[in-house]
C-alpha cells in the first residue's frame, strides 16, 4: 500500500503542475495578443523610415555625412543582448546568450567586447564572462518608447564620444507563436544604401538633406531599438505560451501512465489480498 501512496501522491502532484502549467499558457496567451499586434502596427512604420534614412545617406557627400554614419577601424564593440526577466519560455533566453557569445567570440575575434543587457536573465549569465555597460531589467514593466529612447541616447554617447566603434543588437525576431528566430542586427554605425543610391531620384529637400538626415538619425535609431525591444517582447510571451503548451501536454501524458500504473498495483494488491483470504481458507479446510 505504501507504493500505492507514493503514485497517488505522484498523481496528485502532476496535477497541480498540469493546472499552473495550464494557467501560465492562457496568461501568456493573452499578452501575447496584446504584444503581436503592437509588434505588427509598428514594423511597417520602422523599416521605410530605416530605408529612407539609408536612402538619404548614401546620397551625402563624403565629408557631409552624419557621424553616426562615420566608419571606423572596428578595436571596441558594443553587443546588445535582449532577454527576459523571466523564465519558463524554453530556449529563447538561451539562444540569445549563445548567439551574443558566438558574435563575439567568432565575427568579432580578438576584439574588445563589451555587453549592453536588457533583461535579468541574459545579464545573469553575459556578466560573469564580459563587462557590462548598461544593465536595464526594469524595462519591460513600463515599455514605453520613451524610455526605450533613453537607453538609445545612451549607445549612440557611447558610439559618438569613441568609447566604441560598433554596435550590435542581438534578440529575438517573432515570427509566429511558436517560432522565434536570433537576429543580429547593426545598430552602429549606420549603413547607406548604396544599391537604392544608384537609382534614385533627385529630391528637392526643405530645409535640406543634411539637416534632415542628423534630424531622422536619432529618431530612427530609437525606433530601431524600440522594435527590437518589441519584438524580443512579443517572442518571450510566444515561447512561453508554446513551453506551457508542451509542459501541459507531457503532465497530462505523464499523469495518465501513472494512473494506469496505479490502477495495475491497486488490481495487483486486491488480488493478492484475495489469494492470501483462499489460502487462508483452504489451510482451516484442510
Known amino acids: 500500500m505504501a507504493n500505492l501512496k507514493e503514485i497517488r ?13 495550464s494557467a501560465m499558457k492562457m496568461v501568456s496567451a493573452a499578452k501575447l495578443k496584446k504584444a503581436q499586434d503592437a509588434i505588427t502596427a509598428m514594423r511597417p512604420y520602422a523599416d521605410k523610415l530605416t530605408e529612407l534614412l539609408q536612402n538619404l545617406s548614401a546620397t551625402l557627400e563624403g565629408d557631409a555625412g552624419s557621424v553616426y554614419a562615420e566608419q571606423r577601424e572596428v578595436n571596441k564593440v558594443l553587443i546588445v543582448a535582449i532577454t527576459s526577466n523571466r523564465g519558463l519560455c524554453g530556449a529563447f533566453n538561451t539562444n ?39 544593465n536595464d531589467n526594469g524595462i519591460f514593466e513600463n515599455l514605453t518608447f520613451d524610455n526605450v529612447a533613453a537607453i538609445a541616447e545612451t549607445l549612440m554617447q557611447y558610439y559618438t564620444e569613441g568609447k566604441y566603434d560598433k554596435i550590435v543588437l542581438v534578440y529575438n525576431h517573432f515570427k509566429n507563436a511558436a517560432t522565434q528566430i536570433v537576429k543580429v542586427e547593426d545598430f552602429l554605425p549606420i549603413r547607406a544604401n548604396e544599391t537604392e543610391a544608384k537609382g534614385a531620384m533627385d529630391y528637392i529637400f526643405e530645409p535640406n538633406k543634411l539637416e534632415i538626415v542628423e534630424t531622422l538619425i536619432p529618431k530612427s535609431l530609437k525606433t530601431q531599438l524600440y522594435k527590437a525591444i518589441r519584438d524580443s517582447f512579443a517572442s518571450e510571451h510566444g515561447a512561453r505560451m508554446t513551453a506551457m503548451h508542451k509542459a501541459t501536454d507531457n503532465a497530462g501524458e505523464l499523469k495518465a501512465e501513472l494512473t494506469l500504473t496505479y490502477n495495475k498495483a491497486r488490481q495487483a494488491a486486491i488480488t493478492a489480498e484475495i489469494l492470501e483470504i483462499v489460502g487462508g481458507a483452504e489451510a482451516l479446510n484442510g
Request: hydrophobic letters at 40%; proline letters at 0%; aromatic letters at 4%.
Open 9 to 21: 501522491s505522484r498523481i496528485t502532484s502532476v496535477g497541480s503542475t498540469m493546472q499552473i502549467t
Open 96 to 134: 540569445v546568450i549563445k548567439e551574443s557569445a558566438r558574435v563575439a567570440t567568432q565575427e568579432f575575434a580578438g576584439k574588445t567586447i563589451d555587453m549592453v543587457t536588457i533583461g535579468k536573465k541574459g545579464n545573469d549569465i553575459l556578466s560573469k564572462r564580459y563587462d557590462i555597460a548598461l
